[in-house]
């Protein structure tokens, strides 16, 4: 935390980055595909339940995003049965776990991370295209250079396939 502070300067971001809060408990993997699927739907088709919530929030603060989403029915068994689906149990939204998701995504030329427990999206500096995973990989690289006996990280990847 102290090297995030020193480092990373809160800029004010692009008005066209998607950014919620994460409100409920262990949820911060489906905010982090949200955040990366619906700061792309420029070049991804994201189908109709996730186009009507991204015009939903388009008027609204994170924090009412969040309650959005809370609300959400159709997401919530979307949710589940994805969750449901997978190879491991997920936790209920109580459980106490130390495990977190964030999504860094290119937009407007700058690259930003999306953690839905901070109060705003993270400017990390302009970025070109052909720039994002590179850039991402060094901000995770110094991440983890924070507690290098750490060893529980995951990368993955939202790429288009030629």
Known sequence: KQWYQRRVPLRPGSDNVFFMRQTVGN?????????SLLNN???????????????????????????????????????????????????SADEKINLHFVAFVRVDGYMYELDGRKPNAVSWGPCQSDELLSKA?????????????EMRFTVVALSKTD
């Open 137 to 149: 990989a060094r901000t995770c690289q110094a991440y983890m250079a924070c507690d290098p006996q």
């Open 27 to 35: 949820a911060c993997g489906t905010v982090g595909i949200l955040h």
């Open 41 to 91: 739907s420029d070049v991804i088709s994201i189908g109709e339940t996730l186009t009507k919530f991204q015009s939903d929030c388009s008027t609204v603060d994170p924090t009412a995003r969040a309650a959005l989403l809370e609300n959400s029915d159709v997401i919530a068994s979307k949710h589940a049965a994805a969750a449901s689906s997978g190879q491991t149990a997920a936790p």
